[in-house]
């Protein structure tokens, strides 16, 4: 599988020079913190630490699986204790930090580590919105011109029961705020739509619980794509697919997702292009309009409907498994790339390099996920990872004997790559028959879309 692009030619092995920097001459964080304790986390701080020059990795709070990764260490620290880890930051000399999940980001972690002096990857809590407020982000979208669902908002119960019946189809129900992924019902019938707006207005979601979207139900394929901001101008990734349901053919309850695909061919090339004029440029343009200065992933969900793609969420950071999965495809520049959009600079940064080839990732869980789950079962694993086959823990732990222990929903996620889709699962899935927990779950079915059925066993 060759890089889209070259690395230089007078690199030392791992791509550094003597002083740190890097061969195309521009310097590159050495100190990083990810803040974080995801599956997402392992996978950034493990492409970070191999970038040139990254001299230490931290993974605040990390998990189980985050010192077994090259260069990388877990800081125990809550993601949410910004003092602590601004501490952090200055006793290491830190000069970077990215943060992984939406939480802090919302709850404005960004603002306070840059109020610090820090250079932070991750949008401030004013940009955080477009994920945060579905009510906002839909605003911006409309304002924007933003292909996007038709919506209406409501403030209360009464107002939202009165606006349903305008609908003639049953709408999708959003509560406003972070609901981690559970504020959403796609109403099968008027009935399921009534009962999502009374659990949202009877407080389920918590502060979600003020206001609500109702959407008109759109229906295709679901695509991500992710974009890196300096808050003027972005690097587009490969886009990835995934597998949101807990059942193989894609039945059964939602979940953070079960599994990841990247590139997704749904979307390439022009089409791929036209999304980033259409969808990612203007929204930028408006959130620089309303003063935001957006440094951070930007990631829109797609739905590929038959009037084109139609944007379904924006969120204000890495998918997870979808970040595992794009990961072991990006070049040794990616730590560059991040500090320039961090000091809202993307044209500091070389090109980042977008390896050929695909990446097949297949999540396995705790018994039980989505609902309540097996927790403290010890992990084994035999698996040896390679260029081509990573492991990154989520849902683990070390107890005080040092021994792998689940301790949530997503366990992990067994990550490889080939030049086909059908070499890349196979590899993936011999990774993960290496890996042992009582109850392990995990969907057999992952790709689905993009692998080659298998031969029918002979009679
Ligand atoms: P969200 O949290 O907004 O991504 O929504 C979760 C899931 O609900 C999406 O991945 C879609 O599968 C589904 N969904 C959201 N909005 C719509 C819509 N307007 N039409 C159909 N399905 C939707
Ligand atoms: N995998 C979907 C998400 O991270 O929102």
Redesign the pocket.
Known sequence: MPPTQAPAADSTPNGSTSNGSTPNGASGPARILVVGGGGRENALGWALARCPGVEAVWIAPGNGGTAALEGCQALPIPEQDGEALLEACRQRRVDLVVVGPEAPLAAGLADQLRAGGLAVFGPGADGAQLEAS?RWAKELMVEAGIPT?R?CPASNREEALELLQRFDRP??V?ADGLAA?K??T?AADMAEARAAIEEVFAGRFGAAGCSLVL?????GP?VSVFGLSDGRDLVLLPTAQ?H?RIGEGDTGP?TGGMGAYAPAPLLAGDALEAVRQRVLVPTLAALRQRGIDYRGVIYA?L?LTATGP?V??F?CRFGDPECETLMPLLGPELAQVLLACARGDLSAAPPLTIQAGCSACVIAAAAGYPGEVRRGDPIRSDLVATDSLQLFHAGSRRDRDGRCLTAGGRVLAVVAQADDFDTAFERAYGGLAQVHFEGITYRRDIGHQVRRPSPEPAA
């Open positions: 579905k669902a919506h709408p999708v959003k992924g504020g959403v796609v959407e008109e139900t759109l229906s679901e995934d949101k939602n969900g739905m139609q379904i969420e969120n």
